[in-house]
């Protein structure tokens, strides 16, 4: 499982995840039956798979691609059921201590809005509980399970 402390080089993610994309490496899950929102084309595609490996989008392919290229009985798969999947949303400026929660109850409510990633300012707990209070912020956002910058 990648966590935030133990991401792997970039290159050798980049290099891994073409080629399950290209079909050389199978990956290890494979969502199927998915609609999937573009952002680029503002529309949504029916009839998906989603590729994913250690913990990561490899590539969006036609339906029963890696049936074709794959012995199914190798990779786990799991049927979205015609749902659609959208890419996760970043939420670019905010004030966690604004909201009146610790950063993980704040975590808590965005993934379920889709917000995955977001940009704090924390300068109002700054000017309230001086460096300790950015320190403990600090140390609760970190076991939150969204990327807060």
Known sequence: MITRFSVPNLYKSTIHLANVAANKIEPDLVLTNARVLSTYTDRISKQKEIWISKGRIASVKESG?????????????????????????????????????????????????????????????????????????????????????
């Open 65 to 149: 691609t890696a049936k074709k290229y794959f012995n199914k009985e190798t990779f786990l798969t799991y049927d979205v059921k015609e749902n659609i999947l959208a890419p996760g949303l970043i939420d670019p400026h905010m004030h966690i201590e604004s909201s009146m929660m610790t950063g993980c109850a704040y975590a808590e409510a965005s993934l379920l809005n889709g917000t995955t990633t977001i940009f704090c300012d924390s300068h109002e707990i700054g000017n309230v509980c001086d460096v300790n209070g950015i320190k403990w912020m600090l140390e609760d956002c970190r076991k939150a399970p969204l990327s807060i910058f």
